[in-house]
C-alpha cells in the first residue's frame, strides 16, 4: 500500500502576506487524521518561512528546484545541503517548466536528482510529453529516456527514496486534464519500466499525476491503481481547492 502524496508547487507566486496567510488556511484545514502526506514548494526565498509557519512538521515543505553542484563558486545557485539545512524535506527536479525555458537537458536533471540524494533531500522527478510527442505517439519512449537517464546514473536504487511525477506538458496550466485513463496508462507504464529493473522498489514508487488537477478532478483522477497522488500547480494556490484535493486523496484506498 502507498501512501497518497499531494504536492503544492507553487511556482514563481506569493509574497509574504500571501503566502503565511495561505499556509496557516492549508495548516487548519488538512486534517492531521488524514492519512496522506501533504507537501507545498514554496519560492526559494520563501522556504525557512514556510517551514517556521508549519512549524507542527504535518505539512512538510520542498524546494522547486536545486543546483545540480554541492557547492563552491556557483553564483545565484543553491545547494541541496543549503534546502535540508533550512528545513526542507523534498525537491523537485525535472520540471518542464525547468527543461523548456532553462533548458535542463535529462543529464543535468539527472545530476540534480544525484546532487538531491547527496544533500539528504527526496527528489521529486517530473517526467511528461509534450503535445507533439503524444500525437506522434511518442509518449513512452520520452518519459522511459527520462526515467532511465536517472536509472543510468544511479542505478534503480535511486528511486527507492524518491518520488515521480507524471506531468504531461499539454495538461499544464492549460486547464486541459489527462483523462484518469491516459494518466493511468502512463502510471501503469512507468511502474512496469521501473519494475522491470526492481519489482519491490516499483511496487512502492509513488507515482503523482500533474497537470491541472483541481477539486472538480481530483477523486477520479486519485482513484486510478497507479495514481498514487497529486502535484497540484495553480490549485495549490487556493487553500479551498487545495484542502478539498487533499481530502480526495485521504479518501482513496488501493
Ligand atoms: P497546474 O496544476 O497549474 O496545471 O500545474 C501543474 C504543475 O506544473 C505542477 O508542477
Redo the contacts with the bound molecule.
Sequence with gaps: MRRPMV?G?W?MHGSKATNQALLAEVERSVRPDWPIDVVV?PPYVYLADAVRELEEGRILVGAQDVCAESGGAFTGQVGAAMLKDVGCTYV?VG???RRRWYHEDDTLVARKFAAAMAGGLKPVL?VGETLEEREAKQTESVVARQVEAVINMLGVGGFADAVL?Y?PVW?????R?ATPEQAQAVHAFLRSRIGAHDAKIAGHLRILY?????AGNAAELLAMPDVDG???????LSADEFRQICAAASAVRH
Design positions: 504536492a508547487n511556482k514548494f523537485i520540471h518542464s517548466e517530473c511525477a506531468e495538461a499544464i496550466g492549460t486547464g486534464t500533474g497537470g491541472s488537477v483541481k497529486g502535484l497540484v500547480g495553480g490549485a495549490s
